[in-house]
């Protein structure tokens, strides 16, 4: 639990490579980048050599700004919240931030509690709400599903044996939203990176530094293939 990769970001075949961001984002039309949700939002995670520092949000933004100056972002995410308290709690300063593009990560934390099956519907409900909201407002809406871990250890033991099997549950229903929504979406439950623990923070639940930049990486992807259809899903692994 929590041991570090022995790779480097720059050597990492899962993380952008030189230049790649760049070279995606040039042009783009975002100013205004807003981020609601949890600890995923927040960037809640544990350094690892070789890794940027950068939370998985932060890095989105900063490397929208690389090629925007003058971008602005505001990120309300804080960890423990349920998909009800991001909504109650972010959304009315997110809609009046006035953004044009939005991040929306949340649902974890209903998703681990127990009883989250009979209360699925309702978080599914939330996620919409915020998602309806902000592109009602004028933003372009960006939503997660996030790794999926083959064992929880931080969990109490009596959880643990459906603790993957909830949040591969809550996963397959954030797709859902975010099809129905027309998000672009950040599927990350089945990444190869998902079932490698040396991903996973000393806690044995939130993403370590790789996690969080495999997952801006993704994000950076996908924008770029927002922007340029022609750009392939995943770059080969070469040196930069």
């Known amino acids: 639990m929590g041991a570090v990769t022995v790779l480097t970001e720059a050597a990492d075949p899962y993380c952008l490579r030189v230049g790649e961001a760049g070279a995606l984002l040039g042009g783009h039309p975002w100013r205004r980048f807003a981020v609601l949700g949890d600890s995923i939002a927040e960037g ?12 998985y949000a932060d890095r989105v ?3 929208l700004a690389s090629v925007r100056p003058g971008l602005a972002y505001l990120n309300l995410g804080q960890r423990g919240l349920r998909a009800h308290e991001v909504r109650e709690g972010q ?3 997110a809609l009046a931030f006035a953004p044009d593009l939005a991040l929306v990560a949340c ?6 509690r127990p009883g989250y099956e009979t209360r699925a519907d309702a978080v599914d409900a939330e996620l919409a709400e915020i ?9 372009m809406v960006i939503t997660v599903s996030i790794f999926v871990r083959p064992a929880y250890p931080s969990l109490p033991a009596w959880l643990r044996p459906t603790g993957t099997e909830r949040m591969a549950a809550l996963g397959a229903r954030t797709n859902a939203v975010a099809a129905a929504a ?3 979406h950040i599927d990350l439950a089945g990444h190869p990176i998902a079932t490698a623990m040396d991903s996973t923070s000393a806690d044995g639940l939130h993403g370590n530094a790789r996690a969080q930049t495999v997952a801006a990486t993704e994000t950076i992807r996908a ?4 922007l340029r259809p022609q ?3 995943r770059q080969p692994i070469h040196a930069p």
Do not use: K, W
């Open 91 to 93: 959304l009315e300063s």
């Open 223 to 226: 924008l770029g293939r927002f």
């Open 61 to 63: 933004a900063a490397e």
């Open 182 to 184: 027309g998000t672009l």
């Open 231 to 233: 750009y392939p899903a």
């Open 107 to 112: 649902g974890a934390n209903d998703a681990l």
């Open 131 to 139: 998602i309806r909201a902000l592109q009602e407002c004028g933003a």
């Open 44 to 55: 809640v995670a544990d350094s690892v050599p070789g890794y940027s520092t950068m939370p």
